[in-house]
């Protein structure tokens, strides 16, 4: 099996076409990119030229969102194999899914929904998370969820569920910080607790990102809608946890209303100064 | 197991219903507004979706109707895969039996001009021929059959689909103002060369010519006779080139004909 990470420990970025220009034309200061999978399961034609073309400068990372492993029904074979074939092609430096379901009865349903934590569906997820390595050949990692409500039928904490899935299928994690921040917020749990006790040496990957406050005036609810900067407390926390797990490859995630490549950039290199910074904290504290 | 089965449906059925305030059980009391982010995730991301692959329809319809559309046709689906990248297949087909067809009854030929562009922007990449291709085979060119590029698509619209297309996406610095368009039948070439989605009006003869090539699969010689039986005014060599420009053929042709030039 492949190791946890063949990303640089730096800042990367998702690919969005609208930068395709900057991003060839210069030379950025941002060391990979990330796409969806889902956006590339096509034929043949100029969207697969510019996947190309990226993954000859570049690292890239693919992070799917339509696997569905969370979910109560075997995993859609045609995707699988979808999924497959760019892999073999692009042999991407990482890839990654989520803990989330989408699927249900040969509908896609075009939203990471939520996967109740008990025994049974853990067992199911380790399965899933198991066919896929074992079809692509490769370990991946998998992203603790964005939560809303609290189902009433879970019974494994959130941590222990996906650090045990983790151990069973042998994948690594990908600790999204803000996705932490708004379950914690959403449900009400303690974040510096979660995030204190994060088993780094599972951890291949962080995702940063924007969130927002729900229009809704009676329920302060946070949406995970990667349409802004990533917030102050989420960048502590950030900190917090590299601090104490070392630097990993993080990725800024900006999806909707999304900026010119400037500000995007200027995100990233935030993002690399807070890598840096924890490496010399470490250092110090090391010698 | 059966516990989580009814959690999934449940969770399924209340994201698909049409009522804005269904509630799965597995959801607490007061927090129906909280599933609705779910709900409102969902939707507006096919919704989206449906936009991006559709765009001059949804210009057409204007936001809000195109999202009335939408959420019809979403509710109508009972595949959808798990990738977006070709989402929409068969938006054409709805429109055609919705009753937005009585005011724009053009809308469903809009729609499978927009599915051909977005088909031939990813379908598989292959040479196309070009003319020096036919360099020093210019007397067995009668007798040669070619095939269509598998990224090209003619469409045949009893509405002027390419002249309402391109009212609708004219580039920024052009005339603007009101146009008229004519009503009259239209056959539109969608191809893709250099790697650009590419499309042209086609006259009567250069429709049927094309359609007895790539589909009949007769020759070039029989095709052209076709093509002017049904339009005197078709111009061979003119029409020909054109063909070739766009990248409308496939690269691999043969003369079958024993004369001495066979490529498959």
Known sequence: ?287 | MTELKSFYDGFADALRAPEPDAVPSSVADGYAHRFAIYRNNVHRGLYDALGAAYPTVRKLVGDGFFDQLAKGFVQSETVRSGSLALYGEGFAAFLAGHPVRESLPYLPDIARLERARLEVSTSADAKPLLASDLAGLEDQLETMILRAHPACQVIASEYPVFAIWMAQNRVEDAQSGKTSIMQRPETVLVTRPYMQVDMRPLTVGQAVFFAALTQDRLDLGDSCAKALEADASFDVMASFAEFLTSGAFDARFNIPRGNGHDDE
């Open chain 1, 1 to 287: 099996m492949t190791p946890l990470t063949q990303l640089p420990e730096r800042a990367g970025v998702g690919f969005k076409a609208e930068h395709a220009q900057d991003i060839f034309a210069a030379e950025p200061t941002v060391d990979w990119f990330e796409v969806h999978p889902e956006n590339y399961m096509v034929a043949g034609g100029p969207r697969l030229a510019m996947l190309e073309e990226l993954c000859a400068h570049y690292p890239v990372s693919m992070h799917g969102v339509g696997l569905s492993l969370g979910g109560g029904e075997p995993l859609n074979k045609n995707h699988l194999a979808d999924l497959k074939r760019l892999v073999d092609r692009f042999n991407p430096a990482m890839v990654s899914e989520h803990i989330a379901w989408s699927a249900h009865e040969g509908l896609y349903m075009a939203d990471l929904l939520p996967t109740p934590m008990t025994q049974t569906s853990l067992v199911r997820l380790v399965d899933a998370i198991n066919t896929v390595q074992d079809f692509i050949g490769r370990r991946i990692l998998i992203e603790n969820p964005t939560s809303y409500v609290a189902l009433p039928q879970n019974s494994i904490p959130e941590l222990e569920f996906i650090s045990e899935t983790a151990e069973r299928s042998g994948c690594g994690l990908l600790i999204d910080v803000n996705n932490v921040y708004i379950s914690a917020h959403n449900l009400g749990f303690e974040v510096n607790a979660f995030i204190d006790a994060v088993p780094g040496e599972l951890v291949g990957e962080i995702h940063l990102a924007g969130h927002e406050r729900d229009a809704n005036p009676d329920d302060n609810v946070l949406i995970d809608t990667h349409s802004r900067p990533v917030a102050d407390p989420v960048w502590d926390l950030f900190d917090r946890l590299i601090a104490r797990i070392g630097r990993r490859p993080t990725l800024i995630e900006w999806d909707n209303d999304v900026p010119g490549w400037d500000v995007l950039a200027h995100e990233a290199a935030l993002a690399d100064r807070h890598l840096e910074r924890a490496v010399a904290t470490q250092l110090e504290a090391a010698s």
